[in-house]
């Protein structure tokens, strides 16, 4: 069982290591990995199905289907590659079969040769040199197969909070959000950063209104700034598209759910972010570079906010939500909290753990954010989440420019 005192003579207190039993897999460029796959990792929406078809012959691959990859330019291009080389990079990746068709933009061995830098094994199909569909599906299976048979010797070794990226996320929010699973999340937040680790806050979008909050707790003028620059530009965004971005946020499901405006689901959204203080501000897909809160600019989109943080290196996510969902992730584990006790007892097939107690008034956030550290700490060391058990491997990457 996992053990924690919190330490008294201090504001906010200090969360202790009391017995770890937190355990991972080392890769050859230091960093920790809490899943040992395999990916198959298709450069193109074209080498999609064909990257489907080898994780279908050889078990302990995983794959993701998106329509991205080609006919892509300038900043557009540049997010879309680091994206994809994050996600090949992140630690719960053992080894990379980067599948490229052969013409498109994004050329698979430059992405093979930026991941190489892991030190990790990566290797390059692509359908076009192999001459069909068949027979890539062949010779990436056969990678594959010796992959898997490597990985499957590798051995979890004990690891520390100070190896973990956490990220951290809410989606279909309701008025029970910003009471009970968010200021939940932000406990744990809090006591990953003082144990040594990171915490990524997303969701640009949803912080509009709340952004003076994280501000004011900027460890320096440069990334204050910033604050204030990446919600500018969010708005910008959706005004050069004619609309007031107020318009689609909050969605019919959060205002059904009891939200009204975009302040308030601000407010409860920021409540992610703990109470330590804001070390930088990075961009999607890009990895911290600094230990304790980070703020990663993203959308709210869940798959998209979802996928630049598992790119940006989180080998694991908290996920709240007050409507439900059955989002994950085929790379990184995505624990599913719920808001409230009557969706988590609708929706117990897809969600974790219930921090709807909190409303009943049978637990405070701190409560059950210790339930949350035992989770992840199970998760760590092996404990399948619903959304991996259920294989929901979502997956999509913000655009930031039309395709050509």
């Known amino acids: 069982m996992f053990i924690l005192i919190i330490l008294k003579g201090k504001e906010e207190g200090v969360t202790e290591l009391v017995e770890n039993k937190l355990f991972g897999y080392r890769r050859p460029d230091g960093s920790v990995g809490i899943r040992n796959h395999v990916l198959i990792l298709p450069t193109i929406t074209c080498a ?40 090949g990079a992140n630690p719960n990746v053992y080894g990379v079969i980067v599948l490229g068709l052969g013409c498109e933009t994004h050329q698979a061995y430059r992405i093979a040769a930026k991941v190489k830098e892991t030190g990790k094994p990566v290797d390059v199909v692509s359908i076009q040199e192999q001459g069909s569909t068949l027979d890539a599906i062949a010779k990436g299976a056969k990678i ?81 700034k910033r604050a204030y620059e990446v919600i500018e530009a969010m708005e910008k965004r959706s005004i050069q598209m004619g609309v007031d971005i107020r318009t689609g946020n909050p969605s019919p499901g959060n205002m059904r759910g009891g939200l009204s405006t975009l302040e308030e689901k601000s407010l409860g959204a920021a409540k992610k972010a703990g109470s330590r203080p804001l070390q930088e501000l990075i961009n999607y897909a890009e990895r911290p570079t600094k230990k304790g809160l980070v703020w990663m600019d993203t959308p709210g989109h869940d798959i998209e906010q979802l996928t630049g943080m598992i790119a940006g290196g989180a080998q694991i996510v908290l996920f709240t939500s007050g409507r439900g969902t059955p989002t994950g992730s085929p790379i990184a584990p995505t624990i599913k909290i719920s808001t409230n006790t009557a969706m988590f007892e609708r929706m117990n097939d897809n969600m974790d753990i219930n921090a709807g107690t909190v409303i009943e008034g049978k637990e405070t956030p701190r409560e059950v954010a210790a339930r949350m550290l035992d989770e992840i700490v199970e998760v760590c060391s092996g404990k399948k989440t619903k959304a991996e058990i259920l294989k929901q491997y979502d997956f999509g990457i913000w655009r930031i420019g039309p395709t050509f």
């Open 144 to 224: 594959a197969v010796r992959m898997v048979q490597e990985a499957s010797m590798q051995q979890r070794v004990p690891i520390d909070f100070s190896d973990l990226i956490i990220g951290t996320e809410c989606g279909g929010s309701d008025a029970c959000s910003g009471l009970s699973a968010n200021p939940a999340v932000g406990e744990v937040s809090n006591m990953i950063v003082d144990l040594g680790g990171t915490a990524i806050l997303a969701e640009t979008t949803e912080l509009i209104g709340a952004e003076h909050l994280l501000a004011a707790r900027a460890v320096n003028d440069q990334v204050k």
């Open 48 to 87: 999609t199905q064909t990257a489907q078809r080898i994780t279908e012959l050889v078990d302990g691959t995983v794959t993701f289907i998106h329509q991205h990859g080609c006919a892509q330019v300038g900043v557009d291009y540049e997010q879309t590659f680091r994206t994809y080389v994050g996600m």
